[in-house]
């Protein structure tokens, strides 16, 4: 029988070894709730997906899995094969996998302490199988809880964490909270997006900053990493989340999806210069 410490270094093994077929891990986190931090993740891995790149996106907003609904794949159940979980076909290229897909009421609460919350993100990344994949994002939870200090200590060998903010200050008083976290648990940070960047009049297309504009990548200079870019304001990206469309190939001519475009691009750069840093 296996001791508790045996069965953790079983599981940890398993997740190096799953992981280890993953060229760039990326972790998408937000100080604070309300940022679309969900809707960059899912954009970001879309923009990824249709460069030709093999993309896997995984949701461990264990309290608010909304990745499923925002891909048209809340109806979609995990598939297991051979005590391994398969993930779900989202389109070309991209596969995703979410606790909202195990079967349960997706209505239901997740009301869970933080061991148990812990212990089901080491599950899920020790018992899926992606296969050979380019990038892998996590979509974590908002702050720095439980859930996304146990997968920066499960995986090793991170690429980096993107930072999503809003220009708010409150909002950006919360980024660099994460960013500490981030330094605090040694997680590399690639860069910060700036979402609700100013909105651009679809008529005349002057543009007016809503939520001001810019502290993204003031607060990005002040910490010494990439400003990945502005995501301006569209009412298109909620409406298409809703109806199960990612707005990067439905808007893909308007500002908001060229600068998802832009910031796709922009990643996958950085995520080649630091492959080539790690082989010197």
């Known amino acids: 029988m296996k001791t508790g ?24 986190m937000s100080g604070k709730g ?28 264990l309290h608010g899995p909304n990745v499923p609904r925002m891909l ?22 991209l596969c995703v996998c979410s606790l909202a897909m195990l079967g349960a009421d997706p209505h239901t609460p997740t009301i869970w302490r933080g061991p148990r919350k812990t212990a089901a993100i ?3 990344l020790a018992d899926v199988q992606w296969g050979e994949l380019d990038y892998l994002f996590l979509d974590s939870p908002p702050g720095t809880g439980d859930e996304i200090l146990g997968a920066v200590q499960a995986v090793s060998g991170w690429t980096g964490g993107v930072v999503v903010a809003t220009p708010q200050e409150v ?18 940070l690639l860069g910060v997006i700036e979402n609700m960047s100013g909105f651009v009049c679809p008529h005349c297309g002057k543009e007016t900053p809503i939520f001001k504009k810019g502290g993204g990548e003031e607060l990005a200079r002040e910490s010494g990493v990439a400003y990945l870019g502005g ?29 998802f475009a832009a910031i796709t691009e922009k990643l996958s750069a950085l995520c080649g210069e630091k492959a080539e840093a790690a082989h010197q």
Request: hydrophobic share 40%; proline share 6%; with cysteine.
């Open 122 to 124: 080491r599950q899920m």
């Open 231 to 259: 995501i301006p304001l569209e009412p298109g990206i909620a409406a298409l989340a809703d109806d199960g469309k990612p707005f990067c190939r439905a808007g893909a001519g308007t500002p908001a999806g060229k600068a």
């Open 171 to 188: 909002a950006l008083d919360d980024a660099k909270r994460s960013m500490a976290f981030a330094r605090e648990v040694g997680l590399p």
């Open 72 to 93: 048209g794949l809340e109806k979609e159940h995990l598939c297991e094969a051979n005590g391994e979980i398969l993930p779900c076909p989202a389109s070309d290229n």
């Open 5 to 28: 410490n045996e069965e953790f270094d079983r599981q940890s093994d398993k997740i190096e070894s799953r992981m280890s077929s993953v060229k760039n891990k990326i972790l998408v």
């Open 34 to 61: 309300g940022v679309g931090k969900s809707t960059v993740a899912v954009n970001l891995a879309c923009a990824m997906a249709a460069t030709g790149r093999k993309t896997g996106l995984l949701d461990i907003d």
